[in-house]
C-alpha cells in the first residue's frame, strides 16, 4: 500500500461516514501514525526513485555517488548525462548554435524529427542575435532560416513575429514581448531540449519524485473537505503537524 492510497482509502471512508453525519471526521495523530506506519515502502523503491530524480534533473556526480553507496544502477548510462547537461548549459548561455552542434552529435534524429523543438531552438539563436545588437544579422537570419518555416506553420510564424518585433523598439523594456529577451525564456528552450534528449533515450522527460509529491497535495485537499488530520505541511521535512480542532 502506498501512501497515496492511504489517503485515498480514507477518503472512500469519509464518504461512507459523510452520508451519516454533517460534520467532518476527526482523526487524532496517533489514528493516523498507525495509518502510516502500515505501509509498507521496500528500499529498493525508495533507491530507485531517488536515481530517477538524480538522472532526469543530470545530477551526474550525486548519481554516481548514490549508485556506489546504494548498488541502485541508473536507467540509463550515466556518461549520456553529461553530454546532456552540456547542451543544456550551452542554452542557457545563449551559445545556440553550439547547443545545436552538440544535439546532432548527440542523436541527429533529435532535430529531424522535431521540427517545434529545432524552430524554438532557431527562435532562440535570434533572440540572441538581437540582444547582441546584431540587427542585420538577425533579419538576415530571420528571413533565411525562420520564414519559410513560418510559411509552413501558422503557430511558428506567429511567434517569429513577435520576436523580430523586438527589433522594432529601441529600448527594448518598451517592447511588448520583452519577456523574450529574459533568461527565463533561455531556461525554457533548454529545458524543451533536455525533455527531447530524455525521450530519445527512452527515459522520463520529468522526475517522477516531483509528481509524487503533487499527488500528495492533492489527495489532502481532497481530504481537507471531509476530515481533520494531521497535515504534511512542509515537504522538505515531511513532518506532521496535529490539526487545530
Not at 63 to 80: C, H, N, V, W
Not at 126 to 144: C, K, M, V
Request: contains cysteine; proline residues 4%; aromatic residues 6%.
Amino acid at each position: 500500500m502506498s501512501l497515496f492510497r492511504i489517503f485515498v482509502n480514507q477518503l472512500e471512508e469519509d464518504d461512507e461516514d459523510m452520508s451519516q453525519a454533517t460534520s467532518k471526521k476527526v482523526i487524532t495523530r496517533e489514528e493516523w501514525e498507525k495509518k502510516l506506519n502500515a505501509v509498507k515502502l521496500r528500499k529498493e523503491d525508495m533507491n530507485t526513485l531517488v536515481m530517477n530524480f538524480l538522472v532526469t534533473e543530470g545530477y551526474v556526480e550525486a548519481a554516481e555517488k548514490f549508485q556506489r553507496e546504494s548498488g541502485t544502477k541508473p536507467e540509463i548510462d550515466l556518461a549520456t548525462i553529461t553530454d546532456r547537461m552540456a547542451v543544456k548549459k550551452a542554452v542557457q548561455n545563449g551559445n545556440v548554435e553550439d547547443a545545436i552542434e552538440k544535439v546532432n552529435d548527440l542523436n541527429p534524429e533529435i532535430l529531424d524529427t522535431n521540427p517545434e523543438l529545432f524552430f524554438h531552438l532557431q527562435q532562440q539563436r535570434l533572440i540572441e542575435l538581437i540582444r547582441q545588437g546584431r540587427t542585420e544579422e538577425a533579419l538576415e537570419f530571420a528571413q533565411e532560416e525562420l520564414a519559410p518555416r513560418g510559411e509552413e506553420n501558422q503557430a511558428f510564424l506567429e511567434e517569429l513575429e513577435k520576436t523580430v518585433a523586438l527589433l522594432v523598439f529601441e529600448d527594448a523594456s518598451t517592447c511588448p514581448v520583452k519577456e523574450l529577451l529574459d533568461i527565463s525564456h533561455r531556461l525554457k528552450t533548454a529545458s524543451e531540449v533536455n525533455a527531447a534528449i530524455l525521450t530519445s533515450q527512452s527515459h522520463e522527460k520529468d522526475p517522477k519524485l516531483p509528481s509524487l509529491l503533487k499527488m500528495l497535495i492533492w489527495a489532502q485537499n481532497q481530504l481537507d473537505e471531509k476530515a481533520v488530520y494531521p497535515h504534511i505541511n512542509d515537504l522538505s521535512t515531511g513532518q506532521l503537524e496535529d490539526p487545530s480542532v
